[in-house]
């Protein structure tokens, strides 16, 4: 089992030093890195996430830039509506809730862009909420030391929330600690492909090592692949307009990506999501960099 005691006293004992963990990081730090990591490893997160801290310390900082400021600051993150969406909810903090970041879920939730993960995350994080922060990591490791499984197969909300929050300390700070833990356990011990056992704090009483590690046999997950695919593309022409000083030509786009078919498609998409505009005189640009 997960007891906290021993949970917690690994993760003080090893927790990896990052900045939105820090006593001093605000709320607003927590969420911003929230967004950045979604599908993103901290090492690529981190230093953007100072740069973004330094030029935005709060969300009217954020919601007064351009949002092609916004695309092009977040850099190589990847999934580039993110950056949108949380420009969005800088807007909404800083007219809504006087430049401060929600506490509850419920309020958070009400947020542009914000869902149910990232809302229960800075509830834990940033304010010491106790509600079940549940992400792949979690999910492995509560699959494993709780139920015996190789991993967790496909989400199920209600399942894997209601799994999280009986395991959950009853105080609320403690609580909070308690799913920092989890997830870190996950992300460095209870990894997908080669797990650290022997480094693991529960070792001798996860129950998937008392079964004698049986392989998972559930529904195969889908490897997301990055080569040739539209994301890839997408990301080649938004280079483009990053590298650019202001508007760039139609034949700029295309030296991006041979495959017409496929770069029409993409430049299409990003224009439909926000991410480049086309001028009066069909140039391309970031949004508001015309």
Not at 53 to 78: C, F, H, I, N, T
Not at 140 to 157: F, K, L, N, Q, W
Request: with cysteine.
């Amino acid at each position: 089992m997960l007891t906290a005691d021993t949970l917690l006293s690994w993760f003080d004992d090893t927790a990896r030093d990052l900045p939105w963990r820090w006593p001093d990081c605000t709320a607003w730090g927590v969420l911003v890195s929230e967004i950045m990591l979604q599908q993103t490893p901290v090492a690529r997160v981190e230093p953007i996430w100072h740069e973004w801290m330094a030029r935005w310390p709060v969300p009217s900082a954020l919601a007064a830039a351009s949002q092609g400021e916004v695309v092009r600051a977040w850099g190589k993150l990847g999934y580039p509506r993110r950056a949108l969406r949380l420009h969005e909810a800088a807007a909404a903090i800083a007219t809504q809730h006087d430049d401060i970041v929600p506490d509850d879920v419920d309020t958070l939730l009400a947020l542009p862009g914000i869902g149910a993960y990232t809302a229960r995350a800075v509830a834990a994080f940033a304010y010491g909420k106790r509600c079940p922060v549940v992400d792949t990591n979690v999910r492995r490791v509560v699959a494993r030391a709780v139920h015996g499984a190789g991993d967790a197969g496909p989400p199920s909300t209600n399942r894997d929330m209601a799994d999280v929050a009986a395991l959950l300390p009853a105080v609320d700070a403690v609580a909070a600690r308690y799913s920092a833990a989890l997830m870190e356990l996950g992300a460095l011990v209870c990894t997908a492909r080669t797990p650290r056992c022997a480094d693991c704090p529960v070792f001798d009483t996860c129950a998937w090592q008392l079964a004698g590690r049986p392989a998972y046999n559930g529904p195969a997950k889908a490897v997301q692949k990055f080569a040739g695919t539209d994301r890839q593309v997408r990301g080649r022409l938004l280079d483009v307009l990053r590298g650019a000083p202001g508007p760039v030509t139609r034949a700029q786009l295309d030296a991006a990506w041979s495959e017409a078919g496929q770069r029409d498609r993409c430049l299409d998409s990003l224009l439909v999501d926000g991410l480049v505009e086309q001028t009066d005189s069909g140039l391309f640009a970031l949004p508001g960099e015309h």
